[in-house]
């Protein structure tokens, strides 16, 4: 089992609509959750991180986390053509550890 | 927000030749990591620093090794360049304060091609 699963996708969504991405992680003592944004030949860049159950929102973005149930979502509201891209969800498994377990990522595509 | 830069951008080789990928940054972190990426596949940990003289192997088996001699560089080495090594390498930062991580930061990467 994968450290961290993410459905590959494409996901594909019309403009102006809310695309939700799921991802699961297999360390119950996962501390730290984060998901990044990345382009077609470009390196990734954050989006949000979260660390605690609940909501977090950052303008369109929204991150949820259940730690119970072991999953992480985001959630991109009023979708727009540049929201194009693979949205990777890392985990850090132990607080001790700093590396991060990343997931293989989730292709949103924005139809206009 | 780290500054954090690799080069070159893109390298195209011949066999046999000794590498070295260059990464520095400008925001003082202890924490940097070196990922290799196939174009559509998923990121590979081959190696992460905890600060200066602290180098371990990550999660990939890599030919490469890497040195930490100051907290703002670590560049990665490639011995003898093989056909197989043709990938993206991609390195970065985190600090670390309070009692979570914190989020890494990546440079641009090094688009490599071994011929």
């Known amino acids: 089992q994968k450290e961290v699963e993410q459905n590959s996708g494409p996901l594909s969504v019309p403009e102006g609509a809310i695309a939700s991405l799921n991802c699961t992680y297999s360390?119950?003592?996962?501390?730290?959750f984060f998901w990044y944004r990345q382009y077609s030949g470009k390196s990734p860049e954050l989006i949000m991180f979260?660390?605690?159950?609940g909501d977090k929102e950052d303008g369109r973005f929204t991150a949820q986390l259940n730690k119970a149930s072991q999953y992480v979502s985001l959630l991109i509201r009023d979708s727009q053509p540049s929201d194009s891209a693979t949205y990777l969800c890392?985990?850090?498994?132990?607080?001790?550890?700093?590396?991060?377990?990343f997931g293989a990522g989730t292709t949103v595509t924005v139809r206009a | 927000e780290a500054d954090i830069y690799q080069t070159p951008r893109y390298l195209v080789i011949g066999t046999g030749k000794k590498i070295t990928l260059e990464c520095s940054q400008t925001?003082?972190?202890?924490?940097m990591y070196w990922y290799q990426q196939d174009p559509g596949m998923e990121l590979h940990l081959i190696h992460y620093?905890?600060?200066?003289?602290?180098?371990e192997k990550g999660d990939l088996s890599s030919e490469s090794t890497v040195s930490r001699i100051r907290t703002e560089h670590f560049p990665l080495t490639l011995e003898s360049a093989r056909p197989s090594h043709t990938s993206q390498y991609l390195c970065?930062?985190?600090?670390?304060?309070?009692?979570?991580?914190?989020?890494?930061?990546f440079g641009d990467g090094t688009r490599l091609s071994i011929l």
């Open positions: 970065a930062s985190s600090e670390s304060w309070g009692t979570s991580n914190q989020p890494q930061h």
């Open positions: 360390d119950r003592g996962s501390q730290s």
């Open positions: 979260i660390y605690s159950n």
């Open positions: 890392a985990v850090n498994p132990r607080n001790d550890d700093y590396k991060l377990s």
């Open positions: 925001m003082g972190h202890d924490k």
């Open positions: 620093s905890y600060g200066v003289n602290s180098t």
